[in-house]
Nanobody, 119 residues
Framework: QVQLAESGGGLVQPGGSLRLACAAS????????MAWYRQAPGKERELVAR????????????DYADFVKGRFTISKGDARNTVYLQMNNLKPDDTAVYYC????????WGQGTQVTVSS
């Protein structure tokens, strides 16, 4: 059974940085995409960034939500099916639960990690 585990969330001051990590456990032959979503209280879950995998026709390509462009970077880990989200210049509006997502022949979600940006 495939599971996604996130880590790296926490409390940070505005302008600070955090690095989130996501690792997939279990048998994953190939993934099509790994991504980070977030959900703030009272709001819908939204895409933050995504990275296409070996199962995609264009592996290694990235997409970012406009509100994080230039501040966040998604990258592939050295281990298979791992992904990072480097978050710089964090703002209070970035406060949310951040979820890792992976799509193979089906979709998987992590449990989420809380990111709080506050002085």
């Amino acid at each position: 059974q495939v599971q996604l585990a996130e880590s790296g969330g926490g409390l940070v001051q505005p302008g600070g940085s955090l690095r989130l990590a996501c690792a997939a456990s279990g048998t994953v032959i190939v993934n099509n995409v790994m991504a980070w979503y977030r959900q703030a209280p009272g709001k819908e879950r939204e895409l933050v960034a995504r990275l296409t995998g070996d199962g995609d026709s264009n592996p290694g390509s990235t997409d970012y939500a406009d509100f994080v462009k230039g501040r966040f970077t998604i990258s592939k880990g050295d281990a298979r099916n791992t992904v990072y989200l480097q978050m710089n210049n964090l703002k209070p509006d970035d406060t949310a639960v951040y979820y890792c997502y992976m799509r193979t022949w089906r979709e998987y979600w992590g449990q989420g990690t809380q990111v709080t940006v506050s002085s």
